[in-house]
């Protein structure tokens, strides 16, 4: 499965007379979800154990084209590891999810790390920083560099079903959600403050009844909800009436379509 075909999300449990929902590309959800994350587990070759792969947890920051860039210590195994070998992955999950960890998304990158071009360093010490507040305490020790993975192939998992590649080019051309920064303040203020309200999009917009619904994610093109029904928890995806550009444009359109569900029920 290629990001071509990420408009479907298996195992939904959406009512099977709907239609299906469009959603944004396997790559713009990898996007979203790097840009999201700060700390990833990278997997380097052991230089050691020829051929195992060596974990570490490693914070990371992101250039103009969404290559990850690290700071680290030639003190590190993982640096060492990189320097004998560059090819490498680094695995990212969803920064707030709760719950079965394997419903969550997550991201596996795989690239090449090498050094940060000198020319390039100024650039990659700002967005780092940018980042990572407390490594200037440490930034400027003379073990320490700036390295970037030059990304060669990406795996997108969405939770159960939902998985497949993303070709290097379709990640550089992808770009985070617009809610991606707001989306949790979103879906909060929803579970908390809106609960019948989507209970009555839920009935007008999948066809699904029940008396208690849950948002569980948003992005520019609808949202997912959690249902509990007499057959048990079932989810749905529900599309926004156009696609938003921002938190306001969505808080717009949600109010729109509760209008539209009180005047269907």
Known sequence: MSSSTAGKHAGSGAASNQPAVAEP??????????????VGSLSTLSRKQQGFPFGSVMPYG????????????????????????????????QPDAIGDPLTASRVTLLGNILPVPLPEVAGARELYLGRHANSKYW?????FSFYRMDVVDVY???GFGVMGWVSASEYY????DPLADTATEIIQHMNTDHGE?????????????SQEVAMTSVDRLGFHVRLKTQDGTRGARIAFLREVSGPVEARKVLVEMVGQARNLS
Do not use: C, K, W
């Open 173 to 176: 051309s992808g770009q985070p």
């Open 139 to 143: 930034v400027d020790f003379d073990d």
């Open 197 to 209: 309200a989507l209970v009555l999009l839920a009935r007008a917009f999948a066809g699904m009844e």
């Open 62 to 93: 992101l250039d103009d084209h969404a290559n990850p860039v690290f700071l680290i210590s030639t003190m590190a195994m993982h640096t060492q590891n990189v320097q004998a070998d560059p090819r490498s992955s680094l695995l990212v999950t």
């Open 156 to 158: 997108y998992v969405g």
């Open 25 to 38: 590309t396997f790559a713009e959800r990898a996007r979203t979800l790097v840009y999201l994350g700060r």
